[in-house]
């Protein structure tokens, strides 16, 4: 019931240091230094974090939970994600997708997925819709998905700028956002729109258009892959400076682009406003290889590896750069304070983290250790 870490560096928000965290149930209880163990419950169970880093469990807004792919044919479907493919990535919060396969997938399979994941003990929600229009959806309407079903934070991930999607008109991205923003409201949800960016030639000029010539608030829109290639990414930071959210996808390689870490140095150096800006996965889904070598598979670890290189490699603030997966996502998304930070009262979902290799030693999620001194002592029901 009582776990209470001992001596970690704690990432807090408003004074970081050498705290200890006192984890009741599922639930942060109490952060301070010098917690005792005396007069506590008989079964307190206390983790030395001496010289270890804690921060809060990572959150990641898009990852193929039910599987993505296919786009080769029927063999190249992706399966469902594991519980310690996440996990192992440092995710405690996770958000599924359904990306370009509303055909053979659907949001009712999205929504079990992510009702699978929180009986296994993480968290989970969804975004109702796909790349196309109409919009997959379970009610039949985006608006009483994202009001009625508590699992569903707003829609995603629609595609523009993509030879894949529709190529929606700017009266059409209106309507949808009135629907995801009357079903925010009624379901007192963020209502947020995650936006798939492909190759195409427009970018995000539909956004920009769209925001022209209506008056939604832009934290509703969040466009990811902002980082797949360079003239995006330079359309990405004139977003970013007028208040625009925007996500960054991990393990970019191509050359075409910028890799997190070359992206957040840029970010970095144009003093951009750090908070307005998520890192995801991408997880599951297909990924295209060089050369017409078809497609593999996108790893939700690669976020792990990608904030790690970020701060190990570049030597950004590791505080600056946690953010990116843990405070500002959980903003975005309306779950902010329950999730994304280490407070008293927010759900016991926290990273202890190796300071020399930025490994996970220790990982809880809402109170239940699943990795222990780097070995994972809790999988999911099929995993062996």
Same mark, same amino acid.
């Not at 968290?123 to 608006?143: D, E, H, N, R, W």
């Not at 956002?177 to 007192?188: D, K, N, Q, S």
């Not at 509703?220 to 797949?228: E, I, K």
């Given at each position: 019931?009582? $776990?209470?870490?001992?001596?970690?560096?704690?990432?807090?928000?408003?004074?970081?240091?050498?705290?200890?965290?006192?984890?009741?149930?599922? $639930?942060?209880?109490?952060? @301070?230094?010098? *917690?005792?163990?005396?007069?506590?419950?008989?079964?307190?169970?206390?983790?030395?974090?001496?010289?270890?880093?804690?921060?809060?469990?990572?959150?990641?807004?898009?990852?193929?939970?039910?599987?993505?792919?296919?786009?080769?044919?029927?063999?190249?479907?992706?399966?469902?994600?594991? /519980?310690? +493919?996440?996990?192992?990535?440092?995710?405690?919060?996770?958000?599924?997708?359904?990306?370009?396969? @509303?055909?053979? #997938?659907?949001?009712?399979?999205?929504?079990?997925?992510?009702?699978?994941?929180?009986?296994?003990?993480?968290?989970?929600?969804?975004?109702?819709?796909?790349?196309?229009?109409?919009?997959?959806?379970?009610?039949?309407?985006?608006? @009483? +998905?994202?009001?009625?079903?508590?699992?569903?934070?707003?829609?995603?991930? /629609?595609?523009? @700028? +993509?030879?894949?999607?529709?190529?929606?008109?700017?009266?059409?991205?209106?309507? /949808?956002?009135?629907?995801? #923003?009357?079903?925010?409201?009624?379901?007192?949800?963020?209502?947020?729109?995650?936006?798939?960016?492909?190759?195409?030639?427009?970018?995000?000029?539909?956004?920009?258009?769209? %925001?022209?010539?209506?008056?939604?608030?832009?934290?509703?829109?969040?466009?990811?892959?902002?980082? #797949?290639?360079?003239? %995006?990414?330079?359309?990405?930071?004139?977003?970013?400076?007028?208040?625009?959210?925007?996500?960054?996808?991990?393990?970019?390689?191509?050359?075409?682009?910028?890799?997190?870490?070359?992206?957040?140095? *840029?970010?970095?150096?144009?003093?951009?406003?750090?908070?307005?800006?998520?890192?995801?996965?991408?997880?599951?889904?297909?990924?295209?290889?060089?050369?017409?070598?078809?497609?593999?598979?996108?790893?939700?670890?690669?976020?792990?590896?990608?904030?790690?290189?970020?701060?190990?490699?570049?030597?950004?603030?590791?505080?600056?750069?946690? $953010?990116?997966?843990?405070?500002?996502?959980?903003?975005?998304?309306?779950?902010?304070?329950?999730?994304?930070?280490?407070?008293?009262?927010?759900?016991?979902?926290?990273?202890?983290?190796? $300071?020399?290799?930025?490994?996970? +030693?220790? /990982?809880?999620?809402?109170?239940?250790?699943?990795?222990?001194?780097?070995?994972?002592?809790?999988?999911?029901?099929?995993?062996?």
């Amino acid at each position: 019931m009582c $776990k209470l870490l001992k001596g970690g560096y704690c990432l807090t928000l408003e004074n970081p240091g050498e705290k200890d965290i006192l984890i009741v149930a599922e $639930k942060i209880y109490k952060i @301070s230094e010098g *917690i005792s163990e005396q007069g506590l419950f008989d079964d307190v169970e206390v983790i030395d974090c001496s010289g270890k880093m804690i921060c809060p469990g990572f959150i990641d807004q898009h990852v193929h939970i039910t599987g993505g792919g296919g786009e080769d044919g029927p063999g190249s479907r992706i399966p469902e994600v594991m /519980l310690s +493919d996440l996990i192992i990535a440092g995710v405690t919060t996770v958000v599924g997708v359904l990306g370009v396969d @509303s055909i053979t #997938r659907s949001v009712a399979g999205l929504l079990a997925k992510a009702k699978s994941l929180e009986a296994e003990g993480i968290t989970a929600f969804i975004y109702t819709g796909s790349y196309g229009i109409p919009m997959a959806t379970l009610t039949g309407k985006v608006v @009483s +998905d994202v009001a009625l079903i508590s699992e569903v934070l707003g829609l995603g991930e /629609l595609a523009i @700028s +993509d030879h894949r999607s529709v190529y929606p008109s700017t009266q059409k991205l209106i309507e /949808l956002a009135a629907e995801v #923003r009357v079903g925010g409201l009624l379901g007192g949800k963020a209502g947020v729109i995650h936006i798939h960016v492909g190759e195409g030639k427009q970018g995000l000029a539909p956004i920009f258009k769209l %925001l022209e010539e209506s008056d939604f608030p832009k934290k509703m829109f969040v466009p990811t892959h902002l980082n #797949r290639n360079k003239p %995006l990414f330079q359309q990405a930071l004139q977003y970013v400076k007028s208040g625009g959210y925007i996500d960054l996808t991990a393990g970019e390689t191509s050359g075409h682009g910028y890799s997190i870490p070359d992206a957040l140095e *840029i970010l970095f150096s144009r003093q951009v406003n750090i908070e307005n800006v998520t890192l995801s996965s991408d997880g599951n889904g297909s990924i295209p290889i060089e050369n017409g070598g078809g497609s593999g598979i996108g790893k939700v670890e690669q976020l792990l590896e990608d904030v790690r290189s970020s701060i190990l490699d570049k030597g950004f603030d590791a505080a600056s750069v946690l $953010k990116t997966v843990t405070i500002n996502p959980a903003k975005v998304l309306n779950i902010y304070p329950r999730k994304g930070v280490l407070a008293k009262g927010s759900d016991a979902d926290i990273l202890v983290l190796n $300071k020399d290799d930025i490994t996970i +030693d220790w /990982l809880i999620a809402k109170g239940k250790v699943f990795i222990q001194e780097g070995k994972i002592v809790k999988k999911g029901q099929y995993e062996r």
